[in-house]
């Protein structure tokens, strides 16, 4: 006798109003999501989600890093608890669904167990991970990495934002700083659902991700020092421009890494001049740089790249040049019992799909240092993420959902 919970569907209209209510928190007048971590926007999609979950009775746990546990009890809440969850915090020009779709499916997997009256054996959590962006506050996935570890709480509530506030200061003041200690209870799975933030799901027409591993991600501080001068006496070859270096470097380094493999990326999403005057040759030039590929000796190469052409050019320059390194997330390689129960379910839900790595980083990376985790990827129009045309299919968040729901079941009854 089939058990009568892999009847149950979840409510794709429900999933798609709470997502878009959740998005009016922050919504900016392109389209997008300004909910950067910890701000008032952040407390306030955080307090509007504590909500729903009490709602259906769940017991609300929060961590000294803001970390949001909601529970449902099982029928033998001695059993480790299946985990799902991702974040809230979004990019400055973010979209509705990065991480925002991973709680709320959760959310939406406890509501309809709710619903159709089925109580799994073991407990179920969804998360709510502090910071995963790392837009706010460096490095991403601060919260998840220090409670798998990675980071001490101390660094955590360290980090600091351009303005000098930091992560402790901003848990306090907006009233998530919680009583529980940041570390892992005993985990029997995790998942987590997420658009795909790339072109692969809908070039393929597929309509599920069965996500078998993470990329391994770099982050570095790359700072050019040259001399102040006046923009207008200073004859160019008197110069030591700054920025004539940094345009050596990243013609030189962009090239390398196109040139080595096609799964490599590079990225300078951030850089700034100091002392930021139009007719000052800058004293400094400092370069937010991000390098990924999925395999250690692929990320390893790109390290050893970048510190070469750094030396390339400070000859070349003769402007000094400073690397250092802010962030090491080496690739991951999922939990194989999670994709199977991902993967069955998948195909009991008959949906197209295909297995992939992420080329994001996510919560699941820490998680999987202390628990078995797999993710779900879903499409998103064009592959487009971290953009304010962020968009996706309401009836793939839908397929996406049920498939969350019936690996929890599976892995929660198992
Ligand atoms: O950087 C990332 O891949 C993630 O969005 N934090
Ligand atoms: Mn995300
Ligand atoms: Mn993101
Ligand atoms: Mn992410």
């Not at 790109?302 to 802010?326: C, K, M, N, P």
Request: proline residues 6%.
């Amino acid at each position: 006798m089939e058990n009568p919970a892999q009847q149950l569907r979840i409510d794709g209209t429900r999933l798609w109003q709470s997502l878009m209510q959740m998005a009016e928190i922050g919504a900016t007048p392109a389209g997008g999501c300004n909910r950067q971590a910890l701000t008032d926007e952040d407390r306030k999609g955080r307090d509007l989600f504590v909500r729903w979950c009490r709602e259906i009775g769940c017991e609300i746990r929060v961590d000294r890093m803001g970390n949001i546990f909601a529970r449902r009890s099982g029928t033998d809440n001695d059993l480790p608890a299946v985990i799902t969850g991702s974040h809230l915090d979004t990019q400055p020009t973010g979209g509705k669904f990065d991480g925002v779709y991973g709680v709320l499916a959760g959310l939406e997997v406890l509501r309809t167990l709710e619903e159709g009256g089925v109580r799994t054996k073991a407990p179920l959590e969804v998360v709510v991970w502090t910071n995963e962006e790392g837009a706010r506050f460096s490095p991403a996935m601060v919260g998840s990495g220090v409670w798998a570890g990675e980071f001490s709480l101390d660094y955590g509530h360290s980090r600091m934002d351009k303005s000098g506030i930091t992560i402790g200061q901003e848990l306090e003041r907006i009233g998530y700083l919680g009583p529980e200690p940041v570390q892992p209870a005993p985990i029997k799975a995790a998942f987590e659902a997420h658009i795909e933030q790339g072109p692969i799901l809908e070039k393929q027409d597929q309509v599920i991700g069965v996500v078998t591993g993470v990329q391994g991600i770099r982050w570095y501080d790359v700072t050019f020092f040259g001399t102040p001068c006046h923009a207008g006496p200073t004859p160019m070859e008197d110069r030591r421009d700054p920025v004539q270096a940094m345009a050596w470097l990243c013609e030189k380094l962009y090239g390398e890494v196109k040139a080595y493999s096609e799964d490599a990326r590079i990225t300078c999403g951030d850089l700034r001049a100091e002392p930021g005057s139009r007719n000052t040759v800058p004293e400094k030039v400092v370069l937010a740089l991000d390098l990924r590929h999925p395999t250690p000796e692929g990320l390893e190469h790109l390290h050893r790249t970048l510190y070469r052409v750094a030396e390339q050019a400070q000859e070349a320059s003769g402007v000094v040049i400073d690397v250092r390194e802010e962030w090491f997330s080496p690739p991951v390689a999922f939990d194989k019992d999670c994709i199977e129960a991902v993967d069955s379910a998948v195909q009991n839900l008959g949906y197209s799909n295909r297995k992939m790595v992420s080329g994001a980083g996510h919560d699941s990376v820490y998680i999987s240092r202390v628990a078995p985790v797999s993710m779900i990827f879903v499409p998103c129009a064009g592959g487009l993420s971290h953009n304010e045309a962020e968009s996706a299919e309401p009836g793939h968040l839908e397929a996406g959902c049920n498939v969350l729901l019936h690996a929890m079941l599976n892995s929660a009854e198992a």
